[in-house]
């Protein structure tokens, strides 16, 4: 007997890393007939139960485990999400507490009668309310017998609070008038004459801020899924008894002929029942060129009408639609990336359990050899302090700030630390064609007239009959011809002969613009040196459009896509980096050799739509190659989610840029070279800095654990740990593009 599984998606609150999502996974998956996997970065878990299991026990488990879990919202998207808010608020009111305690804690000449009964004022709420998170945090670890890194900084925080309570009411460090000289000695003590209050509220206040980065980047992982939805038709014209209603989308059903005018979206996928037309479909295909449909032929939704009225029969609607399993892809190509975590918390799987083993150890040493309690307990608070990672915190945020900064004022958007950590191990860059490579965009390359006739009459004429057409071809003829001869003239009797061409008549002439089978039909035919260019266009996988008037052939138009003038030097540069190029396009096999050819491109797939895209991105990375993907229009969405490095041109779609890690502002292939250099640079200087705050810690704790930390010291190290993770953030400013000076 087969059991049927039902798939639910659960929203997860309450997680902290990716330790979190593991222990929600694996108590799941240990219910019978439940199979889990819990996304970290989205906050998701997919979740699939036998017949008999109700979706409420899986809810319930999650609640056990010590987190939320709710069936997700339907009402769209949380445009005021509270516990984003609430994050915010901490950082806010952390900072603008915690800024006056560091500072009279350092600077000895502030230090009035009483500081220290301020500071704790001050402090007071920064290290209960404002460090909610890390505490609640490190008591449901404690529950499941974990540590990780908000273990240690709740520990650390509450340690250095209540050390710094207990020395101001028990020690000498409450006197009225005591102040803290800024001295570099080492020095045994009982601590009772120190307060750490500057430790407890800066700890805190640096990682809220990077917490706070984490939600911000979090935050935005749908938006791409939200950007698919945006771009379908809203409403629709409904053929019902010979009528056309104007409805909501929601209204239509299987089986319904519906009205697409020119310019309009088509409203969903279906069968063209009556008219002919010509429809940009580039956002799904990558197609340059408008696809010409008649009746019999299929349309898919959230593609736009370019040509003639069409009358259309709906065959899929809703889930079943292209866009939608488009945004299913995306989702699902998210989901993979779950794996990804701040390098903190990889440190903090080895560095926590070390820290609270060396201050064991501390206290049971010191109590052995006779030292006292009080002495035994101040060297091992004394470890926990050192070891509290306030320059880990800014390790991260100061070297994104500074690295995301630089970027956006090289055209470069660096979504978040995460993204960064597959820049150094990709080593191969597919790129899409159209809008990546090349301009996205028809142009008018060359005008070929017969024996006899001026190319700039030729162009006048047919650029006068074409003004009249909104076909994308026609478009660029006419801006072709107005750039290189200026006005036109106006065109009489204009018609379109749907997917073939256009006629009309300008000043006084009969003109007709087309494909030669339109021209046959006039008994025109081409002669053979205009022949041998029209096919010349056509082998250059370029569009030839043929002009003739007055019973004979005048010319050939040719108009394409043109590539980028940078693009060959920028691929040139892609390799130098260590990378290899593969062409990934929608577009015909003959162009996309062509245009692989010019830039310096071996390995080449043309004809590929939005799945195609995403399983040959699978099928690089199950060769073991670690993908960047560049692209711009939304048939490159869900590619741009699988890739382990999606790069989106800020010249495409929004669905393109929101799925994408790296966002490039400029519309040019150079700042891919600049993306990943700057990445590479980014994740350099955070691993710098991790060490480095990391360094200072550990070279600290065998003072603390000697009983020599001055606390002044400790002070004084920490804050210069800080600094120096602020001012290596800083050398990032001083980076620059790559790309030749002629181009920036």
Same mark, same amino acid.
């Given at each position: 007997? &087969? ?7 659960? *929203? ?30 989205? *906050? ?17 488990e999650v609640v056990r485990t010590g987190y939320s879990a709710a069936l997700p919202r339907t009402e769209g998207p ?50 209960t309310w404002a460090a909610w998170p890390f505490h609640r945090a490190a008591v449901l670890n404690a529950r499941h ?58 700890? $805190?206040?640096?990682? !809220? ?40 989308? *929601? ?16 409203? $969903? ?15 799904? &295909? ?96 004394? #470890? ?28 470069v958007l660096i979504k978040g630390p995460e993204v960064l950590e597959s820049t150094r191990r990709v080593d191969t ?14 142009? +008018? ?75 046959? *039909? ?35 138009? =040719? ?6 003038? &940078? ?6 540069? !892609? ?38 895209? =995403?399983?040959?991105?699978?099928? !690089? ?18 590619? +741009? ?81 800080? #600094? ?12 620059? &593009? ?7």
């Open positions: 007997m &087969t059991t049927t599984a039902t798939p639910y998606d659960l *929203e997860i609150g309450g997680m902290t890393c990716a330790s979190c999502a593991a222990r929600i996974e694996k108590r799941l998956n240990r219910m019978d007939g439940v199979s889990a996997s819990v996304n970290y970065a989205t *906050e998701k878990a997919h979740v699939e139960i036998a017949s008999g299991l109700d979706v409420d026990d899986l809810i319930a949380d445009r005021g999400d509270p516990a984003y808010r609430l994050l915010r608020l901490r950082l806010i009111v952390a900072a603008a507490l915690a800024v006056p305690v560091i500072v009279l804690a350092m600077a000895e000449p502030l230090q009035f009668a009483g500081w220290q009964w301020a500071s704790l004022v001050l402090a007071t709420p920064v290290v017998r974990a540590v990780t890194m908000d273990t240690l900084i709740s520990v650390g925080v509450t340690a250095a609070y209540l050390w710094s309570l207990y020395a101001l009411i028990f020690g000498t460090a409450g006197m009225w008038g005591m102040t803290h000289p800024f001295r570099f000695t080492i020095e045994r003590g009982d601590g009772l004459g120190s307060i750490y209050l500057e430790v407890a509220a800066g700890v $805190t206040m640096f990682l !809220l801020l990077g917490r706070f980065l984490e939600q911000r980047s979090k935050r935005r992982a749908g938006a791409a899924l939200r950007a698919l939805g945006e771009l379908g038709a809203k409403d629709v014209s409904i053929l019902r008894d010979g009528r056309e209603e104007r409805m909501p989308l *929601e209204s239509l059903v299987v089986g319904d002929v519906f009205v697409v005018r020119p310019g309009e979206k088509i409203a $969903t996928d279906g069968i063209v029942h009556d008219g002919a037309s010509a429809v940009d479909a580039s956002m799904l &295909t990558g197609e340059s060129v408008p696809i010409e449909v008649r009746p019999g032929d299929s349309v898919t939704g959230a593609t736009v009408n370019v040509g003639g009225r069409l009358l259309v029969t709906a065959t899929r609607i809703g889930a079943d639609t292209q866009l939608a399993r488009m945004a299913t892809l995306v989702e699902e190509a998210q989901s993979g990336k779950a794996d990804a975590q701040r390098l903190a918390d990889r440190l903090s799987s080895v560095f926590v359990p070390l820290v609270f083993a060396a201050a064991a150890i501390t206290l049971a040493v010191w109590l052995l050899i006779g030292g006292g309690a009080a002495a035994a307990f101040t060297a091992a608070v004394a #470890v926990l302090i050192i070891a509290c990672p306030c320059a880990l915190g800014l390790a991260t945020p100061m070297a994104l700030l500074v690295g995301t900064g630089r970027g956006a004022q090289l055209g860059i597919v790129l899409d064609k159209t809008g990546t490579i090349t301009s996205g965009r028809m142009t +008018l390359l060359d005008v070929v007239p017969a024996a006899g006739e001026d190319a700039a009459e030729v162009l006048r004429l047919a650029a006068a009959v074409e003004d009249a057409s909104e076909h994308p071809i026609a478009q660029a003829i006419v801006r072709g011809a107005t750039e290189r001869i200026g006005d036109l003239p106006a065109v009489a009797d204009f018609q379109n002969v749907r997917g073939r061409g256009v006629t009309g008549v300008v000043d006084s002439h009969a003109v007709i613009a087309g494909r030669p089978s339109l021209l046959e *039909e006039w008994a025109l035919h081409l002669d053979a040196d205009l022949a041998a260019a029209f096919d010349r266009a056509e082998h250059e996988a370029r569009t030839a459009v043929a002009v003739a008037w007055d019973g004979r052939v005048r010319g050939v138009l =040719v108009v394409a896509d043109q590539v980028r003038p &940078t693009s060959p030097e920028a691929v040139a540069a !892609l390799r130098r980096l260590g990378l290899t190029p593969v062409l990934l396009t929608g577009d015909n096999e003959r162009t996309a050799r062509q245009v692989a050819e010019r830039v310096g491109i071996d390995r080449v797939r043309a004809g590929v739509l939005p799945e195609g895209k =995403v399983a040959e991105i699978v099928s !690089l990375q199950q060769q073991g190659r670690v993908v960047a993907m560049v692209g711009d229009g939304v048939n490159d969405a869900a590619a +741009l989610a699988q890739s382990d490095l999606g790069i989106a041109m800020g010249t495409g779609t929004d669905a393109a840029i929101e799925a994408s890690d790296l966002t490039l502002v400029r519309g040019d292939l150079w700042g891919a070279v600049d993306a990943i250099r700057l990445a590479r640079r980014t994740l350099g200087t955070i691993r710098g800095n991790l060490f480095w705050a990391l360094a200072y810690n550990v070279a600290a704790i065998p003072l603390a654990a000697l009983g020599l930390l001055n606390p002044m010291l400790a002070g004084a190290a920490m804050a210069f740990s800080s #600094v120096f993770v602020v001012l290596n953030s800083l050398r990032l400013r001083r980076f620059r &593009t790559a790309a030749p000076a002629a181009l920036t």
